[in-house]
């Protein structure tokens, strides 16, 4: 996978491995890695360090329980790095998350918020020691009961169905209970519950702060409607990242926002929650794909919808991108390209357009940046093109 003569961590460029709490080969650069590398799949690229940085932005912000969303990025160098850096809750949604980060974080405090679950999933869970659970309705309150065998020591949170926002990737559609259900709700898990929430979800990337006012503005008409008292309230995700074409306010201005409504609408004094995912993980992450041709304006490379680069494909994201040249070359002003992956589906492509050098050809290598959610987590094995070489990157 990598030359034989190139010991990484033994480098004097490469930062010494206790500042590498990945696990990780750790390389000073991308340029250090390409050099070194002898394979012939794509590279996935974390920045621990980036990603610590990110994670103290929460802890340090977020007023309340910071639940890193597991799904975004599951990678164990991910989750060792969050750890190290302070994150001691975690959000997961499978009965494979839950060992994971067991295995890894054996005193971390799990909430299971997925909304519906199997009742294999909720007799492991509660048996591995998970006392959180999420609900939209009567039957799954009902199942989690009867999985649980009635205990008194259950953390209900209810998932609210929000009206439409504004966030790139709206949520609303698939979990959630309308405000009639979630009245009736509430009173039937309030005797069962030895604490009782509520969530919600403002939808993926949200680029509006105002959507977490008017989300808990409408979680206090469903309390008052109910006339139920709770004792915690999670605000879910949806914390942005920077995308080009999308320029998300500052995480602070975020934070403020959220803190400001809790007190308007009556929810000072609560256990506070957050589940970010994307913005821990998106921007210490990137894939390393290389041009296997060039047609034009169109580059084939060895990664693609099918890979790391689903949301570039099916959701038009026009991630931020870097040119490695194979060799060295005078550097030429930018044109806008379009990707294909290495599929023979002709699905896999991404339209873009992403902003290279004109000079970029085949060898050489282009960093697609911002990956670290969503990207590596969503790579399949179609047709037999994947990869298992992960890497860190101390810069």
């Known amino acids: 996978m990598f030359k034989t003569d190139y010991a990484p961590l033994a480098r004097p460029a490469i930062l010494p491995d206790a500042n590498n709490r990945s696990g990780l080969p750790a390389f000073a650069s991308v340029g250090d ?15 621990p360090k980036k990603i610590a940085a990110a994670a ?32 001691r809750n975690f959000d997961v949604a499978s009965t494979r998350e839950v060992e994971l980060v067991q295995s ?3 005193s971390a405090k799990l909430f299971f918020m997925h909304p519906v679950k199997s009742r294999a999933a909720i007799r492991h869970a509660y048996a591995a020691g998970v006392r959180n659970f999420s609900f939209d309705s009567a039957d799954e309150l009902q199942k989690m009961l009867e999985e649980t065998g009635y205990p008194d020591d259950l953390s209900l949170h209810l998932r609210l169905a929000l009206p439409k926002g504004n966030a790139a990737m709206p949520l609303s559609g698939k979990f959630g209970a309308d405000r009639a259900t979630a009245v009736d709700l509430l009173k039937a898990a ?21 959507d977490y006012d008017r989300a808990l503005s ?16 999670d605000c879910g995700g949806g914390f942005p990242v920077a995308y080009p074409g999308m320029k998300p ?49 169109d580059l084939y490379l060895n ?68 990956l670290g959610a969503y990207g590596q987590a969503l790579s399949s094995r179609f047709n037999g093109f994947y990869s298992e070489t992960t890497v860190a990157v101390m810069a």
């Open 33 to 47: 890695v390409l050099h070194a590398y002898e394979g012939d799949d794509a590279i996935f690229v974390l920045y």
């Open 56 to 87: 103290r932005t929460f802890l340090n912000g977020f007023p309340g329980k910071v639940l890193y969303a597991v799904k975004a990025n599951p990678h164990p160098a991910v989750l060792k790095t969050l750890w190290t850096s302070g994150v």
């Open 104 to 106: 890894i974080a054996p």
């Open 190 to 210: 309030r005797p069962h519950a030895s604490q009782l929430g509520v969530t919600f979800h403002v939808g993926s990337q949200c680029l509006e702060i105002e």
């Open 218 to 233: 409408y979680v206090r008409s469903v309390l008052d409607n109910a006339g139920i008292e709770i004792d915690s309230v």
């Open 249 to 297: 306010s500052p995480m602070a201005d975020y934070f403020s926002a959220i803190r400001n409504a809790l007190t308007v609408h009556g929810f000072a004094g609560l256990e506070v929650l957050g589940e970010p995912g994307r913005a821990l993980c998106a921007q210490g992450g990137s894939t390393l794909t290389r041009v296997e041709l060039r047609k034009g304006r």
């Open 303 to 370: 990664d693609g919808s099918y890979g790391s680069l689903f949301d570039a494909a099916q959701c038009a994201w026009k991630f931020p991108v870097k040119l490695h040249r194979a060799s060295p070359r005078l550097a030429q002003a930018n044109e806008d390209f379009r990707f294909f992956g290495p599929t023979c589906d002709s699905l896999d492509v991404m339209e873009g357009p992403f902003d290279l050098p004109a000079d970029v050809q085949e060898g050489d290598w282009i960093e697609v940046c911002h």
